[in-house]
């Protein structure tokens, strides 16, 4: 039986992910700052990210994904009914990327919501995703994550401890109505705004008098993220395996019963940390943050993706997702594949 829900909830109907060409290795990194690629893959298990190398919106890089995820669906582009979009890094300020992507693909008229919740932005929509079909407001809905962090990283010793992190990914969900007790059977999701400066961008802001961003802001680095990175770990070490606990017990379900958790690729030691306070042994556990970083919303269905791929996913597999990340924000969703 499943969990929260009154009526079905969503079922993944087909995953996609889309990720730009260029690599970019730990040891291209050290032609701008100070860093090793041994710094790196021991704090970080990172060994190469993807940036874009021309003007490409997180909109434009969805697309691909959304095609692929459709086609896994076996589902025609008309069959979307309202775009969710997860993203730190909107095409522009606004309108939202969902409305951008909405004209790429051609849909004019359906609705498109931006979702900002950061690297727990992808379960948020996941959360709206699931109410809405479980509402019966709409049975086909396209839930997207992407970010273009390249852009927006401070290649300078300074930003070194963020830069090496982030990578540029999309990735996307066909969400329909769930049949034979599969899809998502529980979500909990959390936030707390005390630590919202931990991990942000301060700038451009629409609160600064006379303007949301001066010369000055940029003179002083204030448009790229800055993170208490070891405030981010201990929070996420300790929050994802409270919110994972959470969300098995609202579903039903037992950490025993579990085949595999997809977590956000945030670092592959706070993976580990959590794996190891769950219990989980590695072949649970699935990881892709060595060749592609940290994707923020996007990393939950690139893993989804490449976990299908590697046929670590199989139908009936009860599934663990979770995330922490920016506001602080976390959630973790049981998924019946
Ligand atoms: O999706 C959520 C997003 N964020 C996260 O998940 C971040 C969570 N936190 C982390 O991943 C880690 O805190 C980092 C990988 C960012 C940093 O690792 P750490 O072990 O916490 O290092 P630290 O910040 O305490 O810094 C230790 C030293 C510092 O040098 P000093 O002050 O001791 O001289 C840093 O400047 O390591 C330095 N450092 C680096 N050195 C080489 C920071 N980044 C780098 C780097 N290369 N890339």
Redesign the pocket.
């Known amino acids: 039986m499943g969990g929260d829900r009154a009526q079905p909830g969503a079922m993944i109907l087909g995953v996609g992910g889309n990720l730009p060409a260029r690599v970019v290795t730990n040891q291209d ?1 050290t032609q701008w ?4 690629d041994a ?2 893959v021991e ?2 298990g990172i060994r190469a990210r993807r940036w874009i190398s021309e003007d490409t919106g997180a909109s434009e890089l969805a697309v691909p994904a959304v095609k692929q995820a459709l086609e896994r669906a076996s589902a025609r582009l008309e069959d979307v009914e309202c775009i969710i979009f997860a993203t730190l890094s909107p095409d522009h300020h606004f309108p939202g990327s969902g409305c951008f992507l909405q004209q790429h693909l051609g849909l004019p008229g359906i609705p498109a919501l931006d979702v900002r919740n ?2 727990s932005g992808f379960l948020y929509g996941l959360s709206i995703a699931d109410a809405w079909i479980r509402l019966g407001q709409y049975r086909r809905v396209l839930l997207v994550g992407a970010e273009i962090h390249s852009t927006g990283l401070d290649l300078s010793t300074a930003g ?6 982030f990578g540029d990914g999309a990735g996307a969900l066909l969400l329909g109505p769930s049949e034979a007790g599969r899809g998502v059977l529980a979500t909990r999701l959390h936030a707390d705004g005390r630590y919202a400066k931990s ?1 942000w961008i301060e700038a451009p802001n629409s609160r600064a008098v006379p303007a949301r961003l001066t010369h000055a802001m940029l003179d002083e680095g204030k448009h790229f993220t800055r ?1 208490n ?2 405030h ?2 201990t929070m ?1 070490v300790s929050r994802m395996p409270e919110v994972i606990h959470e969300a098995l017990s609202a579903s039903g379900h037992e950490l025993s019963e579990l085949a595999l958790f997809v977590p ?1 690729q ?2 592959q ?2 993976t580990e940390a959590v794996a190891a306070q769950l219990g989980l042994p590695e072949e649970k556990v699935f990881s892709n943050i060595e060749t592609i970083g ?1 994707t ?1 919303a996007a990393s939950i269905p690139l893993a989804l993706r490449d976990a299908e791929d590697q046929g670590r996913l199989k139908r009936g597999d009860l599934v663990v997702l979770a995330s ?3 506001g602080f924000t976390w959630a973790a969703s049981v998924v019946r594949w």
């Open positions: 990194l700052m100070e860093t090793s710094w790196i704090r970080t950061q690297c070194r401890d963020v830069t090496c992190l991990l993170m990175g070891r981010v770990f996420a956000h945030a670092n030691r706070i940290n923020t922490f990340g920016a």
